[in-house]
């Protein structure tokens, strides 16, 4: 079984910073894509940032210069920074990461979530 686990959302001032974090755990063979989605009330689920195994990023065009996308191979890891955040950045954020698992087909897994709030 393959789990992501998500951490370091939470309420923060215009123009502040968070910094996201996601852990994948149980029985991984390789990971290759992470990345970063988000969706806020009444609209559709949008990409953030992803990351390729070796490394190349790709970021939306309304977060591009604010945020930064990295990962821990070894770890397991994918963190996205967030910088000089807006009110309309606020919305759930969700990981996901394109795993092979030792007992299944190659697949993408998601986390639970987590709430990001931007507001004064």
């Known amino acids: 079984q393959v789990q992501l686990v998500e951490s370091g959302g939470g309420l923060v001032q215009p123009g502040g910073s968070l910094r996201l974090s996601c852990a994948a755990s149980g029985s991984i063979a390789s990971i290759y894509g992470m990345g970063w989605y988000r969706q806020a009330p009444g609209k559709q689920r949008e990409s953030v940032a992803t990351i390729a195994s070796g490394g190349s990023t790709k970021y939306a065009d309304s977060v591009q210069g604010r945020f930064t996308i990295s990962r821990d191979n070894a770890k397991n890891t994918v963190s996205l920074q967030m910088n000089s955040l807006k009110p309309e950045d606020t919305a759930a954020y969700y990981c996901?990461?394109?795993?092979?698992?030792?007992?299944?087909?190659?697949?993408?897994?998601w986390g639970q979530g987590t709430q990001v709030t931007v507001s004064s």
């Open positions: 996901y990461a394109d795993i092979s698992s030792l007992r299944s087909r190659r697949r993408d897994y």
